[in-house]
């Protein structure tokens, strides 16, 4: 069990229509709308939810980070059909999950206070869909990095599963970091950057769904609501760009 000293604490600031989760008060782990708690008010988020172009309605998926529950309060919104496991490292994290209105654990949802690169690494269960978005106040953790965390990954998917990762443009290991991906993946991957180049979404998958997708007009999933499918149309169709792109 990881120890709660040594994790730093985060702190919430509210505004007039939100709710932002910081460990600075210069970044944003996590925002919410407080008028409406389940809708993807950042736009990377949006972008990582792109995974259901090639998962639609996938049975299990596994979150490494909690930060304010958007992802996960999202796919417990929209998919309801789907298993979700969140695993988060920082207990002071986890405490602040009923200021952001996330679910309480049940049998399809469950919050666990675990170290993420040791549930990949030891995953009984393959599941469809990881999404990795595992910052801590210092950055990208190395152990959420390294090339064995990547294989880890892999092996913790479903044939046909598909990973999904947030990486800061910015880092200055960036590309390595891509590579290592790249390697863990057997080259099947896509690489999404957002409009101001701070955020990069890099989706892998376990099998062929990225090279069987073709570019071409976006549409909404396979029985995703239309109030989700209207949040995520602009992160589809950077994904569809992307996938045009690396068609050439």
Not at 98 to 115: A, L, N, Q, T, Y
Request: overall charge neutral; some cysteine; proline content about 5%.
């Amino acid at each position: 069990m990881p120890d709660s000293a040594q994790h730093v604490k985060p702190f919430v600031y509210e505004s007039l229509g939100s709710k932002a989760l910081h460990f600075s008060i210069s970044e944003i782990q996590s925002r919410m709308k407080l008028a409406d708690p389940y809708a993807l008010d950042l736009e990377y988020t949006r972008t990582m939810m792109g995974f259901l172009m090639f998962k639609p309605g996938p049975a299990s998926v596994a979150m490494i980070g909690l930060g304010g529950g958007s992802l996960a309060k999202f796919c417990w919104r929209y998919l309801p059909r789907t298993r979700i496991q969140v695993v988060e490292i920082n207990p002071h994290v986890i405490a602040l999950r009923g200021d952001f209105k996330v679910p309480p654990d049940d049998e399809r949802f469950s919050v666990i206070w675990g170290d993420g690169a040791f549930f990949v690494r030891h995953c009984t269960t393959p599941v469809d869909v990881l999404l990795i978005d595992g910052f801590d106040s210092d950055g990208l953790p190395a152990k959420l990095s390294s090339q064995r965390f990547y294989d880890d990954c892999r092996d913790a998917l479903q044939p046909g599963g598909i990973m999904v990762v947030n990486l800061h443009f910015g880092h200055r290991h960036y590309d390595v970091l891509v590579e290592r991906i790249r390697r863990s993946f057997d080259g099947a991957i896509l690489v999404v950057d957002d409009g101001d180049l701070s955020n990069s979404i890099v989706f892998a998958c376990k099998g062929h769904s990225l090279e069987q997708h073709r570019a071409g007009l976006v549409r909404r999933p396979k029985g995703l609501e239309e109030a989700a499918a209207n949040q995520l149309l602009a992160g589809f169709a950077l994904i569809a760009s992307a996938l045009k792109d690396q068609g050439r």
